[in-house]
């Protein structure tokens, strides 16, 4: 369909390929170590579904707070499991970080995943203390952004929120109706627009930045200077980042990426 090359990011990433097994390889390692220090919790339960589980990452003492960072894959691939290692920076600075997985197209339909997030959020909030930070990638920064949406999460969490940094993220989901993808997705017209981020009006108070990489496909600059207009809110693009390495940073504890989480 026309859109598809637009929001083909793996076509247009030297050795893209080499990136799903690279992210495994480096999470399994990570929570490998942790485990060894017992600052890992693996498959807690959110709700009663196979996929409603979330892994829990701890610094060596009390955290500061919660960062839940909520995985891609256009709503359609992935689980939490290869993602571990991206919890380090923010760990190393004290924080808890939770990551989350969630059910897949075409199983369930977005509208669905987003309520999953909030059960989630909320859950996680009932475990542990403090200020919380939300980030996602791409289909996760969709989510996380989903949740400033007022009523989606219960007021004694969205009072917590601190921050709201969603990774190159899709914040309008109409144009997906004009890829191949949505054949999997099944979104239509009342689904995109209710489940567009762009076109939510009451929100929750809480800051905002969206965050993009240089070198991504045109489209996610746009969505990202889209949700940018939309909300009035902060904007970073990040020089000669693509859409699969944008997230690295994640793992260095004296990135800007992370000092904007913890900051």
Not at 6 to 31: L, T
Not at 43 to 56: I, K, N, V
Not at 120 to 132: E, W
Not at 147 to 166: I, K, Q, S
Request: proline share 6%; with cysteine.
């Amino acid at each position: 369909m026309e859109l598809d090359d637009a929001y083909a990011n793996a076509a247009h990433i030297p050795g893209a390929e080499r990136f799903p097994g690279k992210w495994a390889e480096a999470a399994e390692m990570w929570r490998t170590q942790q485990a060894h220090e017992d600052r890992v919790r693996l498959d807690l339960a959110y709700g009663a579904r196979p996929r409603e589980r979330f892994d829990l990452f701890l610094p060596g003492d009390t955290p500061k707070g919660l960062i839940v960072f909520v995985h891609g894959g256009y709503w359609l691939k992935f689980d939490k499991s290869s993602w571990s290692h991206l919890a380090a920076g923010a760990v190393t600075r004290g924080w808890a970080v939770a990551m989350p997985s969630y059910d897949l197209c075409p199983t369930v339909r977005i509208s669905q995943i987003t309520r999953q997030i909030a059960r989630a959020v909320g859950v996680m909030a009932d475990m542990m203390a403090g200020p919380m930070v939300l980030t996602g990638h791409s289909a996760g920064g969709h989510l996380v952004a989903r949740m400033l949406d007022r009523g989606m999460l219960a007021n004694e969490v969205a009072t917590r929120l601190h921050r709201v940094v969603p990774i190159s993220p899709v914040a309008d989901l109409r144009p997906l109706l004009r890829t191949s993808m949505n054949a999997e997705l099944r979104l239509d017209a009342a689904e995109a627009a209710a489940e567009s981020p762009v076109l939510m009006e009451d929100r929750l108070d809480v800051p905002v930045t969206a965050w993009v990489g240089g070198d991504e496909r045109p489209v996610f600059l746009d969505q990202a200077r889209w949700l940018s207009q939309a909300w009035n809110c902060e904007m970073v693009v990040t020089d000669g980042r693509h859409h699969f390495d944008v997230i690295e940073p994640l793992e260095l504890a004296d990135s800007d990426l992370v000092e904007l989480l913890v900051g």
